[in-house]
């Protein structure tokens, strides 16, 4: 009985130390943010975070979630093998006046998951005709 359960401890130490398979996936932005600076009222604008696969094993970003809904992610989607690029392209919406200050939370299958971007700017305020287009 004693060495029975010895034996069994023994195995389950193994078993706890040993790795079966390690995922070493990493994502790698060689700018995690962007400033547009000053933006036309009612005007889209557009960037793509370029990213590389610094890792062993192959890159599935999982899901890009962004702070507001005027901020939309497009990335790819197939997965990337070790030493591949890929994208990320945020469109932001400048619907309402003022400075901006947005985050984007990559979502991938590494252990460093999420990585946080940022953008920001400043959407200029629309002049008086474009005020009385939007009253009529």
Known sequence: MNKSIVTFLIFLLFACTT?????????????ANYDFGALPYKKE??????FTNPG???????????SCGCTVPE???KPLNPGSSGEIEIKYDADFPGVFHKTIKVYYNGKDSP?????????????????AKKDE
């Open 19 to 31: 790795t079966v398979g390690t995922n070493d996936a990493r994502i790698g932005f060689p700018k």
């Open 45 to 50: 604008a557009r960037y793509s975070f370029q």
């Open 56 to 66: 062993k094993t192959p890159l599935v970003i999982l899901d890009v979630q962004t």
């Open 75 to 77: 990335w790819t989607k």
């Open 115 to 131: 990585q946080e971007l940022t953008i920001k700017g400043e959407v200029e305020y629309p002049d008086d005709s474009e005020a």
